[in-house]
């Protein structure tokens, strides 16, 4: 398996433009998870899928960001309008509910707002 | 709030010694704990796991310690290798959601 992929591997955007991120989880796997990290709170939950459906989304920061899985193979974390303070590296991650809880991340998109 | 806390942000350690990396929870719920290794420019990967109903578990050079009283647990690695230079994220769940530490940076000097 090719493991968890991630597009685009870096993404250099405006202030005010639309960022799209995108997520391939491991084919099998009924989780996934995103996650962004910075500095200060190091790898931070925004939201978490079971069987495509939105289970928690607490972390989501603002109503700027939002995230959706159309099918078991597909998710996406949207920023609308992207700000400075975005910028950041994301993660998705995936995982297998029952296999004890063991996550597996794709290598991350690092996103820039300038 | 930060539930996994890791207050070291780097540690440095001599070849062949041993690392110590800390790990503090504050919710009682978690029942599964593990360790991350996070390479420059790679995604976390899995290193090692603990279930609440265990003090300890080793794998190889890796063990990892949990103090359920004192919601505290600790990654020991020994003999410390220039290999395991990278940041260790601490990670706890409950149900199937994980909430990460901060990370510690380890580097271990040749």
């Known amino acids: 398996d090719a493991g968890v992929i991630q597009s685009p591997r870096h993404e250099v955007t405006e202030m005010g433009q639309e960022v799209t991120l995108r997520c391939k989880p491991i084919s099998g796997h009924n989780s996934l998870f995103w996650y962004r990290q910075t500095m200060m709170r190091g790898l931070e939950l925004l939201i978490y899928?079971?069987?495509?459906?939105?289970?928690?989304d607490s972390g989501m920061p603002e109503d700027r960001f939002s995230a959706k899985m159309p099918n078991a193979s597909f998710s996406t974390l949207k920023i609308q309008p992207s700000e400075p303070r975005d910028s950041a590296v994301y993660f998705c991650a995936s995982s297998q509910q029952g296999a004890l809880g063991k996550a597996f991340f794709g290598q991350g998109t690092r996103l820039t707002v300038v | 709030d930060q539930q996994v806390k890791q207050n070291s942000p780097s540690l440095s350690v001599q070849e062949g010694r041993i690392s110590i990396l800390n790990c503090d929870y504050t919710n009682s719920m978690f029942d599964y704990f593990l360790w991350y290794k996070k390479y420059p420019a790679e995604g976390p990967t899995f290193l090692i796991s603990?279930?609440?109903?265990?003090d300890k578990n080793e794998d190889g050079r890796f063990t990892v310690f949990l103090n359920k009283s004192a919601k505290h647990l600790s990654l020991h690695i020994v003999p410390s290798q220039p290999g395991d230079s990278a940041v260790y994220f601490c990670a706890a769940s409950a149900g199937n959601q994980f909430y990460f530490g901060t990370g510690t940076s380890l580097t271990v000097i040749p």
């Open positions: 899928f079971n069987n495509n459906v939105p289970i928690d």
């Open positions: 603990i279930s609440s109903i265990k």
